[in-house]
Nanobody, 121 residues
């Protein structure tokens, strides 16, 4: 069964950090670009970041540039999203997705179930 499982979400104070993980099972992430998306209550899902299959190309939404960093460890079949200087407006459910092109649109083939991130004092 092909699965993506996100972890690492939780409650954090403004200015804090979290690292999200996206682990694949049932298939190898090596050949896939991976994107992170988020959806806040009452808002549409938006692309946050993506990384190419080789890791050589990354892309970030303007709202997270300089604060978030995406990386991958193909040996662990896992992609990470390091989130620093978190703001209340980062509160959302974060999803990872695997596809063939790194882009902030939603054209990915496999999706995880999401992990909740809450930024609040």
């Amino acid at each position: 069964q092909l699965q993506l499982v996100e972890s690492g979400g939780g409650l954090v104070q403004p200015g804090g950090s979290l690292r999200l993980s996206c682990a694949a099972s049932g298939f190898t992430l090596d050949y896939f670009a991976v994107g992170w998306f988020r959806q806040a209550p009452g808002k549409e899902r938006e692309g946050v970041s993506c990384i190419s299959s080789s890791g050589g190309r990354t892309n970030y939404a303007d709202s997270v540039k300089g604060r978030f960093s995406i990386s991958r460890d193909n040996a662990k079949n896992t992609v990470y999203l390091q989130m620093n200087s978190l703001k209340p407006e980062d509160t959302a459910i974060f999803y990872c997705a695997a596809g063939f092109l790194c882009g902030l649109g939603s054209s990915y083939d496999y999706w995880g179930q999401g992990t909740q991130v809450i930024v609040s004092s």
